[in-house]
Antibody, heavy 121, light 109 residues
């Protein structure tokens, strides 16, 4: 069965960086984009960016341009989200999810359990 | 960028029907998906491509899409349906192509 296992909660200082991992299993990793979605406390879902594991091409939401880097390791079927220059308002739960490479209008059918990143001094 | 607007909250009595609207310009020309998010949990897909249901989702969940409004309908509402619901679509002409609605909190009275 399709599963995403994300890394554990993190506490970071303002200005620091965080790297969240998302281990995928149960499907052909290179047939699906990996998407990342942010949810601040009490807020809605916010799309951050997408990566094609086949060639590493990315597309980032303008809001996060310059601070976010998405990568994948096809040998371990793991996706990574790195966010730099953390601010207090980056405190959020980060989710990974997938989308068929041949179906960008398709839904996000499986999600990771989420990783809470707390930015605190 | 393209925006999707949902009512912040909908209240419904058990056994009744909840309708959750998702407004966007010409949304009827796009494929809309709906997610349920219970407190402390990851989102779960409940309706895709306007009106289809993934396996395991009860047929109490249905959807429609026309004009400038897509709608998620929950029939015979149960206490377990209390959650946040988000619509989502792909907008090809936007620099922010994957768009989520603002979310609706469904409260079962």
């Amino acid at each position: 069965q399709v599963q995403f296992l994300q890394s554990g909660a993190e506490v970071k200082r303002p200005g620091a960086s965080v790297k969240v991992s998302c281990k995928a299993s149960g499907y052909t990793f290179t047939n699906y984009f990996v998407q990342w979605v942010r949810q601040a406390p009490g807020q809605g879902l916010e799309w951050m960016g997408v990566i094609n594991p086949t060639d590493g091409t990315t597309n980032y939401a303008q809001k996060f341009q310059g601070r976010v880097t998405l990568t994948t390791d096809t040998t371990t079927t793991t996706a990574y989200l790195e966010l730099t220059s953390l601010r207090f308002d980056d405190t959020a739960v980060f989710y990974c999810t997938r989308l068929p490479i041949r179906g960008v209008t398709d839904p996000f059918d499986y999600w990771g359990q989420g990783t809470l990143v707390t930015v605190s001094s | 960028s393209y925006m999707l607007t949902q009512p912040p909250s909908v209240s419904v009595a058990p056994g009744q029907t909840a309708n959750i609207a998702c407004g966007g310009k010409n949304i009827g020309t796009k494929s809309v998906h709906w997610y349920q998010q219970r407190p402390g949990q990851a989102p779960v897909l409940v309706v895709y491509d306007d009106s289809d249901r993934p396996s395991g989702i009860p047929d109490r969940f249905s959807g429609s899409n026309s004009g400038d409004t897509a709608t998620l309908t929950i029939g015979r509402v149960e206490a377990g349906d209390e959650a946040d619901y988000y619509c989502q679509l792909w907008e090809s002409e936007s620099d922010h192509p994957f768009v989520f609605g603002t979310g609706t909190k469904v409260t079962v009275l």
